[in-house]
């Protein structure tokens, strides 16, 4: 057969196609039906993504005859659907056929083809995929966000680590992040009551010991927010968790409940 794929991207294009036999009638007419599994290399537009159609050309045409030799027609401005086997992943939106006529550098005659446009709608699926990493951007952000200093507003904290922690059973303890802080003070009322001599230098340490309270009390500050940042993420994520397990579970039961019974299915 002389009609053949031109954007054929199988490097193993004859094996694809079945050989049948070739029905020839008395009038001239030559009828040949086959099927086959055919590859093609397409270009993919991103400038909607993901609300994307993809575009896809199928263009057969004769290898050797022209087209005073061979004519080419469509049988219609669409393509045949109707065996169309439905893909979860991709939705057909449209397959319509056109006929070409092409010149070439080499001959001065005219080369008809049959073009098939398919378009591809591939929406759904990047959709749910860009949700979760959106959700698990904004998990690590909150995880993230105490080392960029931003403290937590206390209507945050109450609804966050106060009632949702409740729902997705966590508990936080208050004094948790206070020990640091308790043992810094013992051990400067230690090292107050150690050094009650007099001092040649009263004002100088004074001075110093103000600064390392001030010091230690920014740096308990900061910890303090950055474990509550944790703490809000790590709430989320435990959201996020349960909210994926009951979406599983509800589409599992719809599923199990919309199948078949088991005597039906067996006796068909």
Request: charged share 20%; glycine share 4%; net charge negative.
């Given at each position: 057969?002389?009609i053949?794929?031109?954007?054929?991207?199988?490097?193993?294009?004859?094996?694809?196609?079945?050989?049948?036999?070739?029905?020839?009638?008395?009038?001239?007419?030559v009828?040949?039906?086959s099927?086959?599994?055919?590859?093609s290399?397409?270009?993919?537009?991103?400038?909607?993504?993901?609300?994307?159609?993809?575009?896809?050309?199928?263009?057969?045409?004769?290898?050797?005859?022209?087209?005073?030799?061979?004519?080419?027609?469509?049988?219609?401005?669409?393509?045949?659907?109707?065996?169309?086997?439905a893909?979860?992943?991709?939705?057909?939106?449209?397959?319509?056929?056109?006929?070409?006529?092409?010149?070439?550098s080499?001959?001065?005659?005219?080369?008809?083809?049959?073009t098939?446009?398919?378009?591809l709608y591939?929406?759904v699926?990047?959709?749910?995929?860009?949700?979760?990493s959106g959700?698990?951007v904004?998990?690590?952000?909150?995880?993230?966000?105490?080392?960029?200093?931003?403290?937590?507003?206390?209507?945050?904290?109450?609804?966050?680590?106060?009632k949702?922690a409740?729902?997705?059973?966590?508990?936080?303890?208050?004094?948790?992040?206070?020990?640091?802080?308790?043992?810094?003070?013992?051990?400067?009322?230690?090292?107050?009551?150690?050094?009650?001599?007099?001092?040649?230098?009263?004002?100088?340490?004074?001075?110093t010991?103000?600064?390392?309270?001030?010091?230690l009390?920014?740096q308990?500050?900061?910890e303090?927010?950055?474990?509550?940042?944790?703490?809000?993420?790590?709430?989320?994520?435990?959201?996020?968790?349960?909210?994926?397990?009951?979406t599983?579970?509800?589409?599992?039961?719809?599923?199990?409940?919309?199948?078949?019974?088991i005597?039906?299915t067996?006796?068909?």
């Open positions: 057969m002389d053949l794929y031109d954007l054929c991207a199988d490097p193993q294009y004859s094996s694809a196609v079945i050989n049948t036999n070739v029905i020839i009638s008395h009038t001239g007419q009828v040949w039906l099927h086959g599994i055919f590859r290399s397409c270009n993919i537009d991103v400038e909607f993504f993901p609300f994307d159609e993809q575009k896809c050309l199928l263009k057969w045409a004769s290898w050797t005859y022209d087209g005073y030799q061979v004519e080419l027609e469509s049988q219609s401005e669409q393509g045949d659907i109707s065996n169309y086997q893909n979860g992943e991709f939705d057909l939106v449209n397959f319509t056929a056109q006929r070409n006529i092409e010149f070439y080499c001959c001065p005659e005219p080369y008809p083809d049959i098939y446009e398919i378009r591939y929406g699926s990047i959709c749910l995929v860009s949700f979760a959700l698990a904004v998990t690590l952000n909150f995880h993230h966000r105490g080392l960029r200093g931003s403290k937590v507003s206390p209507l945050v904290k109450s609804l966050v680590l106060e949702l409740r729902l997705v059973f966590l508990k936080f303890s208050e004094n948790q992040n206070n020990t640091h802080l308790n043992e810094y003070e013992d051990s400067t009322d230690m090292t107050l009551e150690q050094n009650t001599c007099p001092l040649h230098y009263p004002t100088l340490v004074h001075s010991i103000e600064k390392n309270e001030r010091r009390s920014d308990d500050q900061r303090q927010t950055e474990l509550e940042w944790k703490q809000i993420a790590l709430v989320s994520d435990r959201v996020l968790l349960c909210v994926f397990f009951l599983t579970a509800i589409s599992t039961a719809v599923i199990l409940s919309g199948s078949p019974p005597e039906e067996i006796k068909g």
